[in-house]
């Protein structure tokens, strides 16, 4: 690749002043379905989920709202603390009340992903349209 043409190092993205407040909340909420705050159970899960709710894993596999309302029932069964960072955030708004969040996930140290959370605001709180993990190759 001749130099002039090679990627920057390092890419970093501001969020709007405008939606700073926004981007905040979201924060607040991510990893998805890891904060005990906004519910352990499916119930709370069905209630963060838009109703076309679906998912791609790190290991790109496409899961649907069902099992992923599964898989969380099992892991609330045997609950285990996780060592998570977070990092990275940026807001973007897509549509009214559409917002896509970024960030970057470090799992027990070890497992490095960057995540995508495409959340809507509506009349009874935020609701998760879709979610996306990438795992990051060193």
């Keep these: ?7 920057p190092l390092l890419f970093v ?3 709007d002043a405008a939606l700073l407040g926004i981007l905040e909340e979201l924060k607040s909420r991510e990893p998805i ?3 005990q705050e906004f519910g352990t ?8 989920m838009h109703p076309d709710f679906w998912e791609i894993g790190a290991s790109g596999r496409r899961y649907s709202r069902d099992y992923v309302l599964a898989e969380l029932e099992k892991r609330h069964q045997h609950p285990h603390e996780n060592v998570w960072e977070t990092s990275e955030f940026h807001c973007r708004e897509l549509a009214p009340n559409i917002y896509l969040l970024t960030y970057t996930l470090i799992q027990n140290k070890i497992r ?3 995540r995508l959370t495409i959340w ?5 709180g935020w609701k998760i349209m879709f979610h996306q993990g990438t ?4």
Excluded: A, G, L, N
Excluded at 41 to 48: I, Q, V
């Design 1 to 7: 690749m001749h130099p002039e043409m090679e990627p």
């Design 13 to 15: 993205r501001e969020t």
């Design 33 to 35: 379905f890891h904060r």
């Design 41 to 48: 159970t499916r119930s709370d899960f069905e209630s963060m």
């Design 112 to 114: 490095k992903t960057r």
């Design 120 to 124: 809507q605001h509506t009349e009874v």
């Design 135 to 138: 795992i990051v190759e060193d």
